[in-house]
């Protein structure tokens, strides 16, 4: 069965997201893609629960969404963009650097994740760079520049 790409504001289901990316649990960190542009950009819902396996040692008594896994999330929501780039290999694209990456706010269990993210720039179809951004209720909890490579 194919998976359909919604028309409406070119949404991504779980489903297509699943089919898309290799992650899967615990490490599967995009919930929805809410807009998309193949090859520029996407925003992407993360919705953050307690049932989340990190939250068990981080912190027992004050739950936090590590930051390794913020920016984790945005790094998917780049991968989303530059895996429906038609003219790019296929492969398995890896973090290659991270720059000029701030937290702003915690962010804790019941928070919805809004990441957005665009991509900069692409050379010799192996290397990107995609700019992401993560706000929660309009609030910007993290930004910064996230560098990949396609892995041989």
């Known amino acids: 069965m194919e998976k359909k790409l919604s028309s409406e504001n070119n949404q991504l289901s779980s489903e297509h997201i699943l089919g898309l990316l290799p992650h899967r649990y615990p490490f599967a960190l995009v919930d929805k893609v809410i807009e998309n542009i193949p090859g520029e950009r996407a925003v992407a819902v993360k919705n953050v629960t307690i049932n989340e396996p990190q939250f068990q040692g981080h912190f027992p008594e004050r739950p936090l969404m590590p930051g390794v ?4 999330s945005m790094a998917q929501v780049g991968g989303i963009i530059v895996t429906q780039m038609p003219d790019l290999p296929k492969g398995l694209f890896v973090f290659a650097g991270i720059n000029k990456v701030k937290f702003r706010k ?3 269990p019941g928070d919805q994740l809004i990441i957005s993210c665009e991509l ?3 050379k010799r179809q192996r290397f990107g760079k995609v700019k992401g951004e993560a706000h929660v209720e309009g609030k910007l909890v993290c930004a910064g520049e996230l560098m990949f490579s ?3």
């Open 120 to 122: 900069l720039s692409i």
């Open 106 to 108: 915690p962010v804790v």
């Open 69 to 72: 896994l913020i920016v984790e």
């Open 150 to 152: 396609l892995v041989d």
